[in-house]
């Protein structure tokens, strides 16, 4: 007999809790198709062959952490754009730490200085 009493309040219980989660679930959700932290607007050509659109397109569409990074530009004084995107990461601050290297690594690999400084997160998520 208590049984029975002790089920049923046990069931109701557990609806009440799965009611509760299921909104909150949906939240954490993916995060493809997101910017993000905007810090600023990077400058990117049209072109689809481009390496450092792909990368920016691949950063819209990853699902985790991720972060983009670029250089700074200046049409009159800089020639070069260097960029880079860590895509799927445990945090999106280990993603901008890596981001950030890998961009800033660029530099050294191709004996190049800007006149804007180096490189900086555009954008996290």
């Known amino acids: 007999m208590y049984l029975q009493y002790y089920r049923k309040a046990a069931v109701s219980i557990l609806a009440g809790f799965l009611i509760f989660s299921a909104p909150s679930s949906g939240a954490a959700g993916s995060l493809a198709g997101k910017i993000g932290d905007k810090r600023f607007s ?3 050509s049209l072109d689809p062959k481009e ?17 983009y990074a670029t250089t700074f530009y200046s049409r009159v004084v800089d020639l070069h754009i260097f960029c880079s995107a860590k895509l799927n990461a445990p ?25 804007s400084g ?4 555009a954008m996290s998520k």
């Open 118 to 121: 180096g490189c900086a997160i």
């Open 91 to 115: 945090s999106q601050k280990a993603a901008e730490d890596m981001a950030l290297r890998a961009c800033q690594s660029a530099f050294t690999r191709w004996k190049v200085k800007t006149a």
């Open 42 to 44: 990077p400058t990117l």
């Open 51 to 67: 390496a450092c659109y792909k990368a920016y397109l691949a950063y819209i569409a990853a699902g985790g952490h991720s972060a």
